[in-house]
């Protein structure tokens, strides 16, 4: 038996042939959600975070989402996430 889950679409950003960032963006009907977001430490403070963010709105919201969430969670000490202590927010409406 075969399982699919479903990672959605990865943007990322790069700088001379170098992954910098990235967010992952996930369908849910119409309610999508963004579940990770990174920048490498040395390019945090530059807008790209920002950048790829708007990216996955325009995404979503031309795909035809009515709302985008975030969501959030913490790692405990050997980074495993813990649903528990996990909630959500909605980023942007249509």
Known sequence: MAVTINLGEVFVAHR????IGHVQLIAAGADWEIKSVAVIEKQRGQG????????????AFSAGAS?????????????QWHSRSRSSVVLARR
């Open 16 to 19: 001379v042939q170098r992954i």
């Open 67 to 79: 709302r985008v969430l975030v969501a959030t969670a913490t790692a405990d000490i050997v980074g």
């Open 48 to 59: 790209v975070g920002a950048a790829l963010v708007r990216a996955a709105l325009d995404r």
